[in-house]
């Protein structure tokens, strides 16, 4: 079983519509969790972290964590063509050197 | 501004040769990481370290080794460069504050063809 898990997609959106997208963990014992947006040929980059249960608006994106069901999901809304990229989920492990597990990564694809 | 710097975007070598790929953060972090990212693989952890002169083997070592003789810089070393070395090689790093961990920042990538 691997440590995170997401559908690689693609998920096609019409622009002005909300995107969701989901991601699953297998380790309880995790506490930080972080979503990277990355475009094609470029290295990721933040876009939010999250480490209470609940949602964390920032923007357009809210980030929402359920640690009792080990799900991290990442809301688009508004979806514009340049949020087209593939979105990474990312779990830490503090006790674990900081060592991060990433998922594989969901490609989303923004209609105009 | 958070940054992240490595050697070269883009590298071209032959089998066989030593390739050196360089790594270097002005954020005074403590942790480094190499990954290697390929397509439907994701990103995979070659090796990473917590403090200068310090390594810890990742996921995937096995053909690397990495060098961090200060804190802002660190190496990842091909001994002997083979055709399925070729990938995008990502350097990321992190500080260790907080009660929860930072976050990991990351270069431009290099792309690495092993011909």
């Known amino acids: 079983q691997k440590e995170v898990e997401q559908n690689s997609g693609p998920l096609s959106v019409p622009e002005g519509a909300i995107a969701s997208l989901n991601c699953t963990y297998s380790d309880r014992v995790s506490q930080s969790f972080f979503w990277y947006r990355q475009y094609s040929g470029k290295s990721p980059e933040l876009i939010m972290s999250?480490?209470?249960?609940g949602d964390k608006e920032d923007g357009r994106f809210t980030a929402q964590l359920n640690k009792a069901s080990q799900y991290v999901s990442l809301l688009i809304r508004d979806s514009q063509p340049s949020d087209s990229a593939t979105y990474l989920c990312?779990?830490?492990?503090?006790?674990?050197?900081?060592?991060?597990?990433f998922g594989s990564g969901t490609k989303l694809n923004v209609k105009p | 501004d958070v940054k992240v710097t490595q050697s070269s975007r883009y590298l071209v070598k032959r089998t066989g040769e030593k390739v050196f790929l360089e790594c270097v953060q002005d954020?005074?972090?403590?942790?480094m990481f190499w990954y290697r990212q390929d397509p439907g693989l994701g990103l995979r952890l070659i090796y990473f370290s917590y403090d200068v002169k310090m390594k810890e083997k990742g996921d995937i070592p096995e053909g690397y080794s990495v060098s961090r003789e200060k804190k802002e810089r660190f190496s990842l070393i091909l001994e002997s460069a083979s055709t399925n070395q070729t990938s995008m090689y990502l350097c990321a790093s992190s500080s260790t504050s907080g009660r929860f961990g930072d976050t990991q920042y990351f270069g431009p990538g290099t792309r690495l063809t092993v011909l």
């Open positions: 990312a779990v830490n492990q503090i006790y674990n050197f900081n060592k991060f597990y």
């Open positions: 954020m005074d972090h403590e942790n």
């Open positions: 999250i480490y209470s249960n």
